[in-house]
């Protein structure tokens, strides 16, 4: 998608790249968000990425029908935000709710600092 004039409303992003985090424990966290800009339940997730400073793959599921076929493939839903996870150490899993999402991300990053 090209710039526009109102780039100004959009959220602040961080994070991106390929999602990966290294633990405190040596381990590696991967992490991707399903997700889109208008969505006030993303925008909360967004703001504690941006807090905890962490890397996370963004799959905007409004931009490209690629991630909103595999969400509704991996959950059965559309809704957004979801967080997919994958550990080092080969376990994985899918998270809707925001606040779910963000207890989860505090709880792995809060120490790691
Ligand atoms: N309680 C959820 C609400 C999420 C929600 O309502 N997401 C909306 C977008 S803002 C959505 O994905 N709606 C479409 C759907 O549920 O299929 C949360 O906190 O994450």
């Known amino acids: 998608m ?7 409303l959009k959220p ?7 999602g990966a ?11 991707a968000l399903y997700e889109y800009e208008t969505c006030m339940f993303c925008q ?12 996370v793959e963004y799959r905007n599921v409004h931009q ?22 994958q550990r080092s150490d080969g376990t994985a899993g899918l998270m809707h ?4 999402i963000i207890a989860f991300l505090e709880r792995e990053f809060r120490t790691a600092a």
């Open 2 to 8: 090209g710039e526009s004039v109102f780039d100004f």
């Open 12 to 18: 602040r992003r961080s994070g991106g790249g390929d």
């Open 21 to 31: 985090n290294l633990l405190a424990n040596g381990s590696t966290l991967t992490l």
């Open 44 to 55: 909360r997730v967004f703001s504690a990425i941006d807090r905890l400073k962490i890397q």
């Open 64 to 85: 490209d029908g690629k991630w909103s076929a595999d969400l509704r493939a991996k959950t059965g839903m559309s809704q957004v935000p979801c967080l997919a996870w």
């Open 97 to 100: 709710e925001s606040l779910d």
